[in-house]
């Protein structure tokens, strides 16, 4: 153990490249996050198991077992957010983990901001994940959705979504900021029996989309990840 | 001077021969009138003195038949085990050709060249195993007699009464480097002879009495020394003619030997062979195939084959040609081979035959123009064999019932028209039926019709009705010319149905070769070649047949499927061995190896032997006819050369692709550790500076080279991540995962993961209304967004429009990248998708040019294409086109809305 605040969040890293960890490690603990540095995936599966850390960052190319056990493995019996880092290329991997109950992923070489960002809404959602939380108004900058009404408004205009649409966006919102794999969002709105195929979920999120986002503007509300999924991501 | 320079010709004739001889061995003859003149002593004595100069001499085998002087010569030389073999309970000793190979000394001596191998052996015949050391580089002294040489085999016989059967081809005698006469007078010979010097007593008495006459001896040494003087004077020649010595050219002869299957034919060749040897004049041994010899019996055409071998052996040119009349296909052969003299044998049959069916002298003799006609003689030898009556297809009984029909038929058209037809008219209606037999019947049959129609004339319509007896004598006459006409139009009707036979088998085999060929000059793969020249070559000769081909230089692999059966023996596959290594065919129905079941040929490029090609002739019921076996060689050649024709072709794009891979390796070489080491250059330089401590930087400077860290790396990312892509997909590892995915939303999520990128330009988007599916990997296709983006927006200025645009095509979707940059260099449309190609405009732009190279190749993946054009109104218009292959999946969307 090499922590050097004393209430900051506790972060297991489990990284088999000294580099990585070094800037890891600096960064963070400038940033005020306790850390645990595990170098192979056995490692980091007892460490989770011993302290507990409050976010696992798992890189997914360790040497003795790939990430998928250790995610498995920590799924087991815990819900602690699992953060992977992978490099682009093994899009199959990041979604086998991502199914697997990994709860975001980062692709390498990542900026810190990003880092810190992803970091935060994991331990947002982990924190508001507990029982009784009951859920208010989500709102994303000019998005509006009201739960208990079903009113959606953009800017203040009333956007009229069908049931799909709206089950997609309740679904994305949820896991807002957080990346949502095609298998979890046909799953979570068609349910688990589903038999569609990612092209349904493709052309009503196009539908959403068109309904949504300001037409001819960048600004994207909803943030496709290629070959993984999609991310509601509030600017 | 130069006048006296040989011609062309012949100085290529030269280099061709001295060719042959180099890297090759020598061979030397000692040459004698007669056994016992002391061949094999003066050889061994010749050889003690090689010995003596150094050379490493080894004893083949040697025959002393006892004689002790040339016992004690053999002390001292080593001698090389010889090869037992057992033959029908008989221990055979012989010369040991592959020991002689393996052993390969620079000088082996080998008695008796004329000798004929124990069955077993590899060769037929001593000399062939002579031929192979020398081709091995091994010298070779040999012994041989007069009697033994093939082109004077007759002239012996007649001089002698004794028929020598183990011959050698003269040819041999050209291939010998050296002949050394071993003379001894006759009246010495028999000397020696009565001392029991040849041979013990008993035996040479008897051998004095009958070959070792005087008379007899004289006459073979005459022989010998005229075949030498022959020699030395060709060597002369040959000399002279190398030093540029002014000789009176010979006229150029050409001698054409007609052969056929008499047995007298052979010694027509022999004759040949003398005078064209004499003339120093190239010859052609011809045989012509007519309708009637299909019909002798096999064992009698197959005698062409041996007789056209022995021309070959003797150095001739043999050709096989079909046709109808023997005196046009020779003269044909003769004017188109500008030949000046036609050998031809003395007839043999009777000379009414001559009256009936014409003379072929005579009509060779009147056709022939310019061209001398020499008729020689044979040897009388025994009758022409009477024609099997198995050779001709017997006639069956109900094709002589047949055969009365049409007489039948006549008898009664006769009888109802008596009233108005008198006899002539008759005796037309009967030879009408005669014809109509002889058209559809075969020879015995359609004479039976034309006797019976006689007979039936007689007896129904010549008085006295109803009776053979003939009332008035001029019906005599009426009957026998009746006959005439009838026979001679039944025999005429069935020849041309047999020479329309025999033509439209021609006529199949031409086409086969034809259509071969064509085959051929489509296929560009050995493989395929192989199978096309199979399938034709079994289809010819009922066989089954390989075709092995060496594998760089060694290994003969089969091509075309695996070598079973036959083919796959280890006695199969040594013959087609030897038969690679020497370029020479050999097994069934050759000289070489004949026990084989298989004959093998080898298949000759213009660089060699590339292979060899196996027909399994032994399995036939029939021997092959020679018209057969040349077609067979025709099919072979023509295989050899289409052969070759792709094998060089495969190794030229070998090799062109050999020197591809080594240019791209370089120029990845370069441009690698130029791109990736410019950053990591900014990289250690920014980093140096911060972690130096005696230069303080204040905060601006801190931050411009921290930009500069996080830049750099961000530019190598790209170029590692191009780098990669490359990479997976040409080393075919990339799995492209299509999927149904709307165009919208990878152009989303490209120009989404480039924002900071083209933070400096407008960014537009032309989409389609309709929800536009098509079955890409997306992220790939994203890929390929992102880099065109990224060209974009590195050859356009800041600020300007760079739109996107996609819609749906004919089975396709078109999406185009434009931009209001300077568009591409004209000429480079097609350039810039090349590895590491960059626009050369004097900009220093980033990236390694990979990009552009891995869009296309993602596309090429997908079945797509991409292009690159300039805009009109300025700048690039890059266009990929994905084509949309199945049918696009219907997505049921519902109406209604969520709020009731």
Known sequence: ?235 | MDERRPTPEEMLERAALEEARSGRGRLKIFFGAAPGVGKTYAMLEAARARKRQGADVVIGLIETHGRRDTEVLVEGLEILPSKSIDHRGVTLREFDLDGALVRHPGLVLVDELAHTNAPGSRHLRRWQDVIELIEDGVDVYTTLNVQHVESLNDVVAQITGVHVQETVPDSILDVAAEIELVDLSPDDLLDRLREGKVYIPAQAERAMRNFFRKGNLIALRELALRKTAERVDAQAVEWKREQGIEEPLPTRERILVAVNHRQQSADVVRSGRRMASSLHAPWIALAVETPAFDRLPEEVRDRVSEHLALAEGLGAERLVVRGERVSDEILAVARERNITRIVIGKPTHARWRDWIRGSLIDELVRGSAGVEVVVTSGEKSEREPKRLAGSRRRSRPAEYAWALVPVLSSTLICWVTRPIFNLADQAMVYLLGVLIAASALPRGPSLLAAVASVAALDFCFVPPYFSFAVGDLRYVITFVVMLIVGLSVSRRTVLIREQAEAARQRERRTAALFAMSREFSVEDEANAIARTALTHVRDLTESDAVVLLARDGKELVPLAGEATGLFGTQRELAVARWVFEHGRPAGYGTDTLPASETVFLPLVGAAGTIGVFGVALGQRKADPSPSLRQLLETFVAQTALALERVLLREETSRAKLAIETERLRNDLLSTVSHDLRTPLASITGAAGVLLEKSAPLDEEERRELLETVKEESERLNRLVGNLLDLTRIESGNLRIRKEWVPIEEVVHSAIGRLSERLADHRVLTELPEAVLLAPIDPVLIEQVLVNLLENAAKYSPTRSAITVRAAAAQDAVVCEVMDEGRGIPHGEEQKIFEKFYRVADGRRAEGAGLGLTVCQAILRAHGGTIQAENRREGGALFRFSLPITGETPLVDTEWEEVRS
């Open chain 1, 1 to 235: 153990m090499n922590a050097r605040s004393v209430d900051g969040p506790l972060i297991l890293i489990v990284e088999d490249e000294p580099q990585v960890r070094r800037f890891l490690r600096t960064s963070l603990q400038a940033h005020g996050y306790r850390l645990l540095e595990a170098v192979t995936g056995a490692e980091g599966i007892r460490m989770a198991s011993q302290y507990v850390p409050e976010i696992v960052l798992l890189d997914l190319g360790l040497p003795d077992v790939d990430g998928l056990e250790v995610t498995r493995r920590i799924r087991e019996w815990s819900r602690m957010p699992i953060l992977v880092l992978s490099a682009r290329g093994q899009e199959s991997a990041k979604v086998d983990a991502l199914d697997a109950g990994a709860d975001d992923y980062l692709t390498k070489p990542f900026g810190f901001a990003e880092l810190l960002a992803r970091i935060r809404v994991a331990l947002r959602h982990a924190r508001r994940a507990e029982p009784g939380t009951d859920e208010p108004d989500f709102e994303c900058g000019p998005l509006r959705v009201e739960f208990d009404t079903r009113r959606v408004t953009v800017a203040g205009a009333e956007v009229h979504l069908t049931p799909i649409e709206y089950k997609l966006l309740t679904t994305l919102a949820r896991h807002s900021g957080r990346v949502v794999t095609h298998k979890q969002l046909l799953q979570e709105v068609w349910g688990p029996q589903n038999t569609q195929d990612n092209q349904y979920l493709r052309v009503y999120m196009t539908h959403l989309r068109r309904k949504l986002e300001p037409a001819g503007s960048s600004a994207r509300i909803f943030k496709t990840e290629v070959g993984v999924g999609y991310r509601l991501e509030c600017p």
